[in-house]
């Protein structure tokens, strides 16, 4: 098992690095849309787009989101290394959640937030960066961070297009070693710390950052 | 034009610009990819029947036994929350037959997804019971019921209507989990997609064929467990 440890670092690195890309380029896409999605109208062609989109997302597995990415890329001419098609899957995947995660937190800030504003002689650009967007963003933070986890947990399936992220370093190991169950609990290992450590964060940002006091009404779209 | 007359000639079997999809195809595949639907539908709904089953005995356990059970359960959950669903199914696949448990790949995905799911149902089952009123469980102690009849007689029924919202949408999630069963060659909805695009090499359709029964599915899963929980809240 501690043989396994300095060849499943490089890996496990790989899997972080593909995490956190998608991570950040989901949380731009998923915050500035679903933000977006919070103002537009019903009927509105955007508004039509975006739920579509989040529904697609919300309703098919990662697994299958994977092997679309994998197989229709090349089809429209775009190739791609294995990494960046598992950047753009994980992103393609929780952007979808995101929006929903900025919409329900945006929708959830009461309308006499917004009016008060609009009253004391705002725009509507200053009325969602100086009063919504602030007080939105507080109750995604619990959201946006589970969100992380799931994120880190996802980019292990990615193993199926093989990339050589952990758990498919894990099982190259396996087929040559032999040793099944010592390296599972190896990955078991670098995971739990990774995820678990990401939800810790995650609670010190909620309590002490940005001190909610007590429990504050937040989202939970999962 | 010359694609148009192919078109015409071969209405539905040409991917040309007339017809981007290949209709035929897709209709031929259809009872094939059906039927590994409700494969996964039977290992999913097996699964979380089980998980809840295990997530009753576990949660009764933990409000019942000492801190050292209290704390082993908590790790538990831990675990089944941090570990991705995919290396889970990875133990189960090759720790099982270790400790000479020989499943066939149907009742190894069963497995594998009541672990993954039973964290998530202790979870569903201590928030209903915390949700109840503290007078149930304190009127019940006082009329003379053990800790055990007061969970069995008074409060787990009582949650039961309550954990129905939050049991369909963790349906729909362990059937997108069930799809990660795949990769141990279970032959469930995306193997079986899987194997007729590797067989034919025709990506696109099977891909919106393989989306659009998952769509239909878990979609369906989502807006129910949306309206039973309008309705229990009414």
């Known amino acids: 098992m501690l043989d396994a440890l300095p060849r499943l670092l490089p890996a ?60 229709l890329l090349p089809k429209i001419g775009m190739r791609l290394d294995v990494f960046w098609i598992g950047v753009i899957a994980l992103t393609f995947n929780s952007a979808g959640y995101q929006i929903e995660i900025a919409r329900a937190a945006v929708q959830s800030i009461s309308k006499g937030q917004t009016e008060a504003a609009t009253s004391l002689g705002l725009g509507w650009w200053h009325t969602i960066r100086l009063v919504v967007l602030p007080q939105a963003f507080k109750r995604m933070i619990p959201a946006v961070t589970n969100e992380m986890s799931h994120l880190v947990k996802a980019s292990a399936v990615l193993s199926v297009i093989s990339l050589f992220e952990l758990h498919k370093a894990a099982t190259a190991l396996q087929a040559t070693s032999f040793k099944f169950v010592e390296l599972l609990a190896v990955q078991a290992m670098l995971y739990l710390p990774l995820i678990l450590g990401v939800s810790r964060i995650a609670r010190y940002l909620e309590t002490d950052v940005f001190g909610f006091e007590g429990k504050t009404e937040t989202v939970d779209i999962r | 034009m010359s694609s148009d007359s192919r078109a015409r000639l071969k209405p539905w079997t040409s991917a040309s610009a007339m017809n981007v999809l290949d209709i035929q195809f897709m209709l031929e595949i259809l009872p094939k990819m059906l039927f590994a639907a409700l494969v996964t539908l039977e290992i999913s709904v097996l699964a979380v029947v089980f998980s809840i089953a295990l997530g009753i005995l576990l949660t009764t356990w933990k409000l019942l036994g000492g801190k050292v059970s209290g704390a082993l359960i908590q790790a538990f959950v831990e675990f089944t929350r941090g570990v991705p669903q995919l290396v889970q199914i990875a133990i189960i696949y090759f720790a099982l037959p270790r400790f000479g448990v020989v499943l066939n790949e149907f009742w190894t995905g069963v497995v594998a997804l009541t672990f993954i799911g039973a964290g998530y149902a202790i979870e569903i089952i201590r928030g209903a019971v915390e949700s109840l009123d503290r007078g149930q469980r304190e009127s019940a102690i006082a009329l003379g019921l053990s800790e055990l009849q007061t969970l069995f007689l008074v409060l787990y029924p009582q949650a039961a209507r309550r954990i129905l919202p939050p049991l369909t949408n963790e349906l729909a999630n362990v059937i997108k989990a069930s799809a990660l069963l795949s990769v141990i060659s279970v032959n469930e909805l995306t193997k079986v997609a899987n194997d007729i695009i590797f067989e034919y090499f025709v990506v696109i359709e099977v891909l919106i064929e393989l989306a659009g029964l998952y769509i239909v599915i878990i979609g369906g899963l989502i807006w129910l467990s949306r309206a039973l929980e309008k309705r229990t809240r009414a």
């Open chain 1, 12 to 71: 496990f690195w790989v899997t972080i690095e593909v995490s956190a890309i998608s991570l950040a380029l989901a949380m731009l896409l998923g915050l500035s849309c679903g933000t977006a999605r919070a103002f537009l109208a019903k009927r509105n062609p955007l508004t039509w787009l975006m739920d579509a989109y989040v529904g697609l997302v919300r309703c098919t597995p990662i697994i299958v989101q994977i092997y679309a990415a994998y197989l």
